[in-house]
């Protein structure tokens, strides 16, 4: 199968994600006699078209429990979508053969939140790096200490550290190991899910110099999950922003920063610090994130919006282009 070079480096295509667990037999034939009632499953992502081009950074941005850690964990194969298609360079490669599936997907590999949890703790830093290139065939046994100096002093770590376990390291440097590990096996994409959030804010800026460094040096594209519009900022192309598991606003960066159009967007830069010499009121977004057991109908953002209207508590916007390359879900750009 052959890839179109065309089409975008990683493509996500009506992805929606449920949680909740099967009913077994027992469960299904009380609930046939009405003896149970089957509990709700949580609606994490919704029909999600997301689409990203080879050399791109996309920023992904949205409150705590939008959806945003589980597109993530979609777009690198961690977790399968309950509906839609994934396609990696115009290939949609969850239906391909294992083998030829794992191919493909060593393109795509991801830095976690947490710098500690992620790495195992009874592995030397040498382990953690060598051990997926060794078992996919990228490096000989021979060839494992030269391979590891060399992606340490890439992340900009001194190879003479190879030998020591994770607790002896700092949050930063930690932050690096992850990143060396990742980019162990060459890909070509990276999801990073909130990298530098647990980092102190001097390391948060080494490191995102870091990932714009890897990006001019090795030709990368991220996907670069975020709840701090300052990170999205600095890093990012582009700016989809998520709520409730849908996407409302995609646009260049630049763009959406100066002319947000959903009012999802524009409550999230309101409330965004910045460093003006001004008298500043902060005003939290009104009411409480809905449960993703029971969303609103219509629009999802329509009980926290204050320019609500009629046709949003019943009817869901979508997403269409309000300008060059800059799209939103509302009804109010309808009219």
């Given at each position: 199968?052959?890839?179109?070079?065309?089409?975008?480096?990683?493509?996500?295509?009506?992805?929606?994600?449920?949680?909740?667990?099967?009913?077994?037999?027992?469960?299904?034939?009380?609930?046939?006699?009405?003896?149970?009632?089957?509990?709700?499953?949580?609606?994490?992502?919704?029909?999600?078209?997301?689409?990203?081009?080879?050399?791109?950074?996309?920023?992904?941005?949205?409150?705590?429990?939008?959806?945003?850690?589980?597109?993530?964990?979609?777009?690198?194969?961690?977790?399968?979508?309950?509906?839609?298609?994934?396609?990696?360079?115009?290939?949609?490669?969850?239906?391909?053969?294992?083998?030829?599936?794992?191919?493909?997907?060593?393109?795509?590999?991801?830095?976690?939140?947490?710098?500690?949890?992620?790495l195992n703790p009874r592995m030397r830093v040498r382990e953690l790096i060598a051990e997926a290139p060794r078992v996919h065939g990228l490096v000989g046994r021979g060839a494992e200490a030269d391979f590891v100096a060399a992606r340490l002093q890439q992340v900009g770590l001194d190879p003479a550290l190879a030998e020591r376990f994770p607790h002896q390291f700092s949050g930063g440097q930690r932050a690096r190991i992850g990143i060396a590990r990742a980019l162990a096996v060459n890909p070509a994409f990276l999801v990073c899910d909130e990298a530098v959030a647990a980092l102190d804010v001097s390391i948060q800026a080494q490191v995102l110099n870091l990932f714009s460094h890897l990006r001019e040096q090795l030709g990368l594209t991220y996907l670069f999950i975020s709840h701090d519009l300052g990170v999205v900022r600095h890093l990012s192309d582009r700016v989809v922003i998520m709520y409730l598991g849908r996407v409302v606003e995609s646009a260049p960066v630049d763009e959406l920063f100066a002319h947000p159009n959903h009012p999802y967007t524009q409550a999230l830069l309101a409330e965004a610090p910045t460093l003006k010499v001004e008298r500043k009121r902060f005003l939290a977004i009104r009411g409480e994130l809905p449960s993703p057991l029971d969303p609103p109908r219509g629009c999802h953002f329509h009980p926290r919006c204050p320019h609500a209207i009629a046709r949003c508590r019943v009817e869901m916007p979508l997403l269409r282009e309000i300008a060059p390359h800059h799209q939103s879900a509302c009804h109010l750009n309808a009219g």
């Amino acid at each position: 199968m052959t890839s179109d070079k065309a089409a975008p480096l990683l493509e996500l295509r009506a992805v929606s994600k449920q949680f909740g667990e099967q009913p077994g037999r027992i469960e299904r034939v009380a609930e046939s006699l009405g003896w149970h009632t089957p509990a709700r499953p949580v609606q994490a992502l919704d029909a999600v078209n997301l689409a990203i081009a080879a050399g791109e950074v996309v920023g992904l941005v949205g409150e705590s429990g939008c959806g945003k850690s589980t597109l993530g964990r979609i777009a690198v194969g961690l977790a399968a979508a309950s509906a839609g298609e994934r396609r990696w360079r115009g290939i949609a490669i969850d239906r391909l053969p294992p083998a030829e599936r794992r191919h493909h997907q060593l393109g795509i590999q991801m830095i976690f939140q947490d710098p500690y949890a992620s790495l195992n703790p009874r592995m030397r830093v040498r382990e953690l790096i060598a051990e997926a290139p060794r078992v996919h065939g990228l490096v000989g046994r021979g060839a494992e200490a030269d391979f590891v100096a060399a992606r340490l002093q890439q992340v900009g770590l001194d190879p003479a550290l190879a030998e020591r376990f994770p607790h002896q390291f700092s949050g930063g440097q930690r932050a690096r190991i992850g990143i060396a590990r990742a980019l162990a096996v060459n890909p070509a994409f990276l999801v990073c899910d909130e990298a530098v959030a647990a980092l102190d804010v001097s390391i948060q800026a080494q490191v995102l110099n870091l990932f714009s460094h890897l990006r001019e040096q090795l030709g990368l594209t991220y996907l670069f999950i975020s709840h701090d519009l300052g990170v999205v900022r600095h890093l990012s192309d582009r700016v989809v922003i998520m709520y409730l598991g849908r996407v409302v606003e995609s646009a260049p960066v630049d763009e959406l920063f100066a002319h947000p159009n959903h009012p999802y967007t524009q409550a999230l830069l309101a409330e965004a610090p910045t460093l003006k010499v001004e008298r500043k009121r902060f005003l939290a977004i009104r009411g409480e994130l809905p449960s993703p057991l029971d969303p609103p109908r219509g629009c999802h953002f329509h009980p926290r919006c204050p320019h609500a209207i009629a046709r949003c508590r019943v009817e869901m916007p979508l997403l269409r282009e309000i300008a060059p390359h800059h799209q939103s879900a509302c009804h109010l750009n309808a009219g």
